[in-house]
């Protein structure tokens, strides 16, 4: 006998999640069933514009066809090989990021959290084995409000009761100091420090962006204590703000840069370390790894997102489009938006708490066909992916207008 699968709406696909699948998202009431660009559709053929991209995860929008045939490629040919054996696709991959970023070496991992977790491990090392920390006493300063994923030793160092509450005991070994404080951050390294680990723009935290001068001074700082300077550009880096590096607008490099989301093309999970080669340099056979790091479709496929990045254009088309974002936005203070933030394609916007939360500004937009993401209190993202054209970007934004006009 045969079965006849029947397709189920989005209410019962919904319904069925609840008894089966871990509560640790509360996502909105939609249903995506395929995407294209920077649309997606729904169960029942609805079509949303995605002003979310995944977390910037899908920066080249959803299913970018240079990403999809090199993934495409690589599928006919080799998937996985592990790193007991080399790949003929990852040097060509190391190579062309390291350049990308101006830096010399390159860890590949698959998640953000894994290249932090692995950046924390590295600046340790490099504490002890280069800088010559006593054992066991290496120190890593992060600022307050970070976001930098969720394991154990990450959210051992998160400022957010929700992040933290329940998975004691942490890791210790960090120093928490306020975002945006130079200040601060002076009196809190010393010759324990092996790194300042810091977002050079605070995504989760609501699209927070330091005084300008503060990344130059984080480096002009981290160089003169002898320690490394980190910058997590798992979100804000690979074109989003407008350069390919959020740092890129102080012209600062770091020692180390963790890169992750569109590193992916919205395919598959890659991250990766990038670093100088005295830092890298740290780490012998056996002592860190991953199996599915550097596998050759995630090189393959990382491989083509840096080859869209070495032509500009994303950048280009983020700047250019973030002053259309920016404008938008400002047209919108006082007539139910706060305060905004927003540097290339990326916003986060404080609309008037008389008017909902982030969740129902979020869920208003939803049922105007725009989906967005809420962060914190009355605060809502924007991220839409790079190649959101204009006329759509103005729509979203007039949408948002009319949804905040409506009040609660
Ligand atoms: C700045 C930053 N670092 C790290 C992460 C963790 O990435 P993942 O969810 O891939 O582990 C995120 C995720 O949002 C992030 O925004």
């Known amino acids: 006998m045969t079965t006849v699968a029947r397709t189920r709406s989005s ?8 008894p089966v699948l871990a509560h640790n998202y509360h996502p909105l009431p939609v249903v995506v069933a395929r995407a294209e660009g920077a649309w997606v559709e729904d169960v029942e053929g609805r079509r949303y514009l995605d002003m979310l991209a995944g977390y910037s995860a899908l920066n080249f929008g959803h299913r970018h066809p240079a990403l999809i045939e090199a993934a495409h490629r690589q599928l006919d040919r080799l998937t996985l090989t592990s790193r007991a054996f080399h790949n003929d696709r990852l040097a060509g991959f190391a190579e062309r990021l390291a350049a990308l970023t101006g830096l010399d070496m390159v860890l590949p991992m698959n998640t953000g959290a894994e290249a932090v977790e692995s950046a924390v491990k590295v600046a340790r090392k490099w504490a002890y084995d280069v800088k010559g920390v006593p054992d066991g006493r290496a120190t890593i300063v992060v600022a307050a409000d970070n976001f930098h994923g969720r394991t154990t030793t990450i959210v051992s160092f998160s400022t957010d009761e929700t992040a933290r509450a329940g998975f004691g005991p942490f890791t210790p070994g960090f120093r928490v100091v306020p975002y945006n404080d130079l200040a601060a951050l002076e009196a809190a390294v010393d010759d324990t420090t092996a790194a300042v680990l810091i ?12 005084d300008d001068g503060y990344l130059a001074g984080v480096r002009d700082l981290t160089r003169r204590a002898g320690c490394l300077f980190v910058a997590d550009e798992i979100q804000s880096g690979l074109g989003r703000t407008g350069h390919t590096l959020a740092v890129d607008h102080e012209s600062v490099v770091p020692d180390v840069v963790l890169l992750g989301k569109a590193l992916g093309g919205g395919i598959v999970p890659v991250s990766a370390v990038v670093a100088r080669r005295e830092v890298l340099g740290v780490l012998h056979p056996g002592e860190h790894g991953s199996t599915f790091g550097g596998n050759p479709l995630a090189a393959a496929v990382g491989t083509a997102v840096v080859e869209l990045l070495e032509t500009g254009e994303f950048q280009r088309r983020a700047a250019e489009l973030g002053v259309v974002l920016r404008g938008g936005l400002q047209a919108l203070v006082g007539k139910g938006v706060v305060g905004f933030r927003s540097r290339g394609l990326w916003a986060g916007v404080d609309v008037d708490p008389a008017l909902g939360t982030g969740r129902e500004v979020s869920e208003r937009l939803m049922r105007e066909g725009i989906l967005v993401k809420d962060t914190h209190g009355s605060t809502i993202r924007l991220a839409p992916p790079l190649t959101v054209r204009g006329e759509e970007l103005r729509e979203a934004l007039e949408t948002l207008g009319k949804v905040l006009g409506q009040g609660g």
């Open 199 to 210: 977002e050079p723009i605070q995504g989760e935290a609501g699209v927070n962006i330091p």
């Open 11 to 18: 209410a019962e696909l919904i319904g069925a999640e609840e």
